[in-house]
């Protein structure tokens, strides 16, 4: 979904990709990632633009997803989990006595209360509507040491005999309230990675963007129907998430020509801010009826013939989600096998 600026719950929807049974997300959503970033640059031309960026959630593998993205012009912004242990990278002092010194560098905890070592970039917003005052502090040039797991398992052994190691930029806000009021007892840690150097600025509010999102979703889910039709392809699935994208699309276009139709209990909408979807939906009757169809009358008929004669009803296949047997009552006989 593309995302815009100023606070909002309208997005755009970009793409739609179904994960199939059995494969890896992090390859799947680098690829729709690729396709999208392909796409905007036709679009953009040969000019000079920033590269593409996209804001993903905390159950995006930040590493992987940086691994399998690697050499596509794109910006990651990826929210990171407070209990993550990173390195920079740096040796520290020699050790005493045999063997190699580390590696990987002095070790960074985001869980520490108090980091040692002194921020690469400080941001400092004074006074926010919503936030207060927001710290903004990056550590560039960080890495994770990743295991022989999930994504990086199916990674060539031949290849990679040793695993990589993949940078990045370690973002911490901290605001001072958060928008109810409350103190925050945690702060929002962000993971960035691409061709740019990071605008603290731009990230920390491109991230609250997200959110957003999350309101599409609920609006496709509570109003439009998405889950509640009866699927049973995946085909099927498809192509009704690609018929609510279309209907939505047409609400976003009739943002501005619609008229408000408030409840009591509503607040009104602020001056030069668009109505919110929920109410677009709701007024959009009226638009409808002034600019038409094009398609023809329906045409009077009879009730058809039904079904014909000496057919009966043929019940739609079933599907089983889960086994039922266990592995070792399987390879029992028929009569002996049992429910797990």
């Given at each position: ?103 990987h560098g002095q070790r960074f905890e985001l869980a520490a209360p108090k980091h040692e070592r002194e921020p690469d970039q400080l ?38 005999t040793r695993l990589p190691i993949i940078e990045g930029t370690v973002i911490e806000v901290r605001p001072e309230r958060l928008p ?161």
């Open positions: 979904m593309g995302l815009e600026w100023g606070s909002s719950s309208w997005t755009l929807a970009v793409d739609a990709h179904r994960v199939p049974e059995g494969s890896c997300p992090v390859r799947t959503t680098a690829d729709q990632i690729r396709a999208v970033a392909d796409r905007v640059k036709d679009r953009q031309g040969a000019g000079e633009r920033p590269a593409p960026l996209f804001v993903l959630d905390q159950g995006c593998a930040a590493a992987a997803l940086t691994h399998a993205l690697e050499g596509t012009e794109v910006q990651l912004l990826v929210r990171i989990s407070g209990d993550r242990v990173f390195y920079d990278g740096r040796p520290g002092p020699r050790k005493p006595g045999l063997g190699r010194n580390g590696v941001l400092i917003v004074p006074g926010t509507t919503k936030y207060g005052r927001i710290e903004v502090r990056a550590w560039q040039r960080m890495h994770q040491k990743v295991q022989r797991t999930g994504y990086f398992a199916s990674l060539d052994a031949e290849l990679f109810d009021g409350r103190n925050p007892h945690r702060a929002l840690w962000l993971w960035h990675s691409g061709p740019h150097a990071p605008d603290l600025d731009v990230y920390w509010r491109a991230y609250l963007r997200r959110f957003d999102t999350e309101h599409t979703f609920r609006l496709l889910k509570s109003q439009l129907g998405w889950t509640a039709a009866r699927v049973r392809h995946p085909e099927q699935a498809m192509r009704w998430t690609w018929l609510l994208i279309a209907v939505y699309a047409q609400l976003r276009l009739a943002r501005t020509l619609t008229a408000d139709l408030r409840r009591p209990w509503e607040r009104r909408t602020r001056p030069g801010k668009p109505l919110t979807p929920n109410r677009v939906r709701r007024s959009f009757r009226h638009l409808h009826v002034r600019i038409g169809t094009p398609a023809r009358l329906p045409k009077t008929t009879h009730p058809g013939p039904g079904r014909p004669p000496g057919r009966g009803n043929t019940p739609a296949p079933r599907y089983q989600l889960g086994s039922e047997l266990r592995k070792t009552d399987m390879q029992k006989p028929r009569g002996e096998q049992k429910k797990g």
